[in-house]
């Protein structure tokens, strides 16, 4: 049976990896431009974020939010410009697979599960081939759900979830590889106000406890009241100061 699937854990004495606390990582985003065709989606973006900050990305649709993330994320390369973590560019010779498997970890706006595989199954995806034998992916996952609130969950599949648990599944496999960076993209768009709020309590928590530096991209002003700083982005430009009708962080806790 497939391993991630509905197991149970198999007996082993070799040792369980733990869930790692190893900081936040700098972000320099280096005069970057983005096109595609014709279309320029951003614009001489400039951003450094400091080790540990949680920063949040908002603009109307279309300003270029996700574009940046991606670039960040390492999904996309940039058409001018560069992108460094830790000093290091992301899109140098044999670095991009790496930055992605054991620096970064994506929460996106909806879930992206695997529907095949259990709550676990899906939390241990990124632990695949990045080191930790089955008996330590089990455990690490185990200990993840249980961080969000899932572990009498852990093995039900996705379609077996309500909306809300499903995304604390995305968050929980997000930090699976103890990332230093942790990207979200619109993680709470899909979610009611209620849900929403326990998904942002559950970022906030892992933030806290793990020192790792978070981006997410939002519409939601809530997550810009709990955030460090907010930039805006009008038109793939990035600027401190909102666009006309988007609303500025009340900074109320």
């Not at 499903?166 to 496999?173: E, I, S």
Request: overall charge neutral; hydrophobic content about 40%; proline content about 6%.
């Amino acid at each position: 049976m497939n391993v991630l699937g509905r197991t149970s854990r198999p007996a082993s004495s070799e040792p369980v990896a733990p869930v790692l606390d190893r900081g936040g990582a700098e972000v320099f985003v280096d005069d970057v431009c983005k096109t595609f065709g014709v279309v320029r989606a951003l614009c001489d973006v400039t951003l450094r974020v400091s080790p540990g900050e949680m920063l949040a990305i908002t603009g109307h649709s279309g300003s270029g939010k996700s574009t940046l993330l991606n670039l960040i994320g390492g999904l996309d390369q940039p058409t001018n410009g560069r992108i460094l973590i830790d000093g290091e560019a992301v899109w140098a010779e044999r670095h991009t697979a790496r930055h992605r498997r054991d620096l970064v970890g994506f929460v996106f706006q909806h879930h992206l599960l695997l529907p095949n595989l259990t709550a676990r199954g899906n939390v241990e995806v990124p632990l695949i081939g990045a080191g930790p034998n089955r008996a330590a992916r089990h455990a690490i996952a185990e200990q993840l759900l249980d961080e969000v609130g899932l572990s009498a969950r852990a093995e039900h599949l996705p379609a077996e979830l309500s909306g809300g648990e499903r995304q604390r599944v995305a968050v929980a496999r997000a930090l699976a590889n103890s990332p230093r960076l942790l990207l979200a993209d619109e993680p709470t768009g899909a979610l009611d106000s209620a849900t929403a709020a326990r998904v942002l309590d559950l970022l906030g928590e892992a933030r806290a406890r793990r020192g790792m530096t978070t981006i997410m991209v939002t519409y939601d002003p809530e997550v810009g009241e709990r955030a460090d700083r907010m930039v805006y982005m009008t038109d793939g430009h990035l600027q401190d100061s909102p666009a006309p009708g988007i609303a500025a962080p009340s900074r109320r806790r």
